[in-house]
């Protein structure tokens, strides 16, 4: 399965969740249509390109359970998240407030930060899960007991696979108890498609939000927002354009004509790749089982513990083991841990993510369908000798 990708030589990826990686076959389609365009431009903008458009949502709309006419396929979830909070603020009054939690990502973080600010008088509560977490009980009365406590939050922003822990989130149960409570709730799921399955019309977020990049196998630049009907007459495109005052959400969040829209258009064939190597059944099965053989095994050869969640709360491709003791080890700041991240690299061609957590540095190893035992055995043994230097 290696051979699908093109990783350079003796280069060892268990950080697939930062990136993703583009198979080969979808490379070829998309540089097909790059050659498509170019062969005549004005062509493939004026007559060609609404056809694929349209073929590629609707493709996307069934792998993640969306009727078409609710989805909208964006450049990333950062985009698609400040399309709707800076949609949604000229709805709110000063005093209101935001309600996530400290695993949020930090992109997400710095938005709900610009947007409350002074003038706005908005604010933003953010809650701090257990550790560790021992049940779906425990996050779903943490979030309950905050919404009764204060009436003034009106909207819930959460991840549904949080990046920096792996945590699944119990969507299932959160959202009906918002909504039960009159509030919105913002769905942060750029780690969830082609990681989970997903029916975001039975979900019912009032909106979610997934990058296709990461674990779709899509080019770079492309992820989904799911928009509930009743939303949809105020959810504003960041960039004005010429369709602006369309009453159909596909016209005014699409066509701004010199946009690259070849890797969003990617999506359908990242989705063929996906059926044609065994389904997305086939690859949880595979990954899940390799990450948990993995993790434990880290964890018992460094001497120390896996993240510790309940079963139901595991993303199924992402995990975090905490690194063993070292004296010679400091990584007090962002940076140090970016220096450290860099110097694995560096030093043995590995991609891992480390982390810092409740006091505790941790490794968050990604499994994919390129990825093999020796690859875990390679991580082991390297953060071992540089721990020792």
Not at 74 to 81: D, G, Y
Not at 127 to 138: N, R, V
Not at 337 to 340: L, S
Not at 342 to 348: L, P
């Given at each position: 399965?290696?051979?699908?990708?093109?990783?350079?030589?003796?280069l060892?990826?268990?950080?697939?969740?930062a990136?993703?990686?583009?198979?080969?076959?979808?490379?070829k389609?998309q540089?097909?249509l790059?050659?498509?365009?170019?062969?005549?431009?004005?062509a493939?903008?004026?007559?060609?390109?609404?056809?694929?458009?349209?073929?590629?949502?609707?493709?996307?709309a069934?792998?993640?359970g969306a009727?078409?006419?609710?989805?909208l396929?964006?450049?990333?979830?950062?985009?698609?998240?400040?399309t709707?909070?800076?949609?949604?603020?000229p709805?709110l009054?000063?005093?209101?407030?935001?309600l996530?939690?400290?695993h949020n990502?930090?992109a997400?973080?710095?938005?709900?930060?610009?947007?409350c600010?002074e003038?706005s008088?908005l604010?933003?509560i953010?809650?701090?899960?257990?550790?560790?977490?021992?049940?779906?009980?425990?996050i779903?009365?943490?979030?309950?007991?905050?919404?009764?406590?204060d009436?003034s939050?009106?909207?819930?922003?959460i991840d549904?696979?949080?990046?920096?822990?792996g945590?699944?989130?119990p969507?299932e149960?959160?959202i009906?108890e918002?909504?039960?409570?009159?509030r919105?709730?913002?769905?942060?799921?750029a780690?969830?498609?082609?990681q989970?399955h997903?029916n975001?019309?039975?979900?019912?977020?009032d909106?979610y939000?997934?990058?296709?990049?990461k674990?779709?196998?899509?080019?770079r630049?492309?992820?989904?927002?799911?928009?509930?009907p009743?939303?949809?007459?105020?959810?504003?495109?960041?960039?004005?354009s010429?369709?602006?005052?369309?009453?159909?959400?596909?016209?005014?969040?699409?066509?701004?004509?010199?946009?690259?829209?070849n890797p969003?258009?990617?999506?359908?064939?990242?989705i063929?790749?996906?059926?044609?190597?065994g389904g997305?059944?086939?690859?949880?099965?595979?990954?899940?089982?390799?990450?948990?053989?993995?993790?434990?095994?880290l964890a018992?050869?460094?001497?120390?513990?896996?993240?510790?969640?309940p079963?139901?709360?595991r993303?199924?491709?992402?995990?975090?083991v905490?690194?063993?003791p070292s004296d010679?080890?400091k990584?007090?700041?962002?940076?140090d841990?970016?220096?450290?991240n860099?110097?694995?690299?560096?030093?043995?061609t590995?991609?891992v993510?480390?982390?810092s957590?409740h006091?505790c540095l941790?490794?968050?190893?990604?499994?994919?369908?390129?990825?093999?035992?020796?690859?875990?055995?390679?991580?082991r043994?390297?953060?071992?000798?540089?721990l020792?230097?």
């Open positions: 399965m290696l051979a699908e990708f093109c990783f350079r030589e003796k060892v990826n268990c950080n697939h969740g990136w993703g990686a583009v198979p080969r076959r979808v490379m389609e540089q097909r790059n050659e498509q365009r170019e062969q005549d431009p004005e493939f903008y004026r007559y060609v390109i609404d056809d694929i458009f349209d073929d590629t949502i609707r493709t996307v069934t792998f993640v009727k078409p006419e609710n989805l396929l964006l450049e990333s979830a950062t985009v698609a998240m400040n709707v909070l800076k949609s949604i603020t709805k009054s000063p005093g209101d407030k935001f996530t939690d400290s990502f930090p997400v973080r710095e938005t709900l930060q610009y947007i600010n003038e008088g604010e933003t953010t809650l701090e899960p257990p550790f560790p977490i021992e049940s779906e009980d425990q779903i009365k943490l979030f309950t007991d905050a919404l009764d406590a009436k939050i009106k909207v819930v922003v549904h696979i949080t990046s920096c822990s945590i699944k989130f969507l149960r959160l009906p918002c909504h039960k409570r009159g919105l709730i913002i769905i942060d799921g780690h969830a498609p082609g989970l997903l975001l019309e039975r979900l019912g977020a909106y939000i997934g990058n296709l990049h674990w779709l196998f899509t080019p630049g492309t992820a989904l927002l799911f928009t509930q009743k939303h949809q007459s105020t959810l504003q495109p960041l960039v004005i010429y369709y602006q005052r369309s009453p159909k959400l596909r016209d005014r969040f699409t066509l701004m004509v010199t946009r690259d829209y969003i258009m990617c999506a359908r064939f990242a063929k790749f996906l059926n044609d190597i997305l059944d086939a690859i949880i099965e595979y990954n899940s089982t390799l990450l948990n053989w993995a993790a434990d095994m018992e050869a460094w001497g120390t513990r896996v993240f510790p969640l079963p139901t709360m993303a199924p491709m992402m995990r975090l905490q690194l063993p010679k080890l990584l007090d700041t962002y940076e841990v970016r220096q450290f860099k110097k694995i690299f560096d030093t043995a590995l991609h993510f480390i982390a957590l006091g941790w490794v968050r190893i990604s499994s994919q369908v390129y990825n093999s035992k020796e690859d875990y055995y390679y991580v043994d390297v953060i071992r000798q540089m020792l230097e």
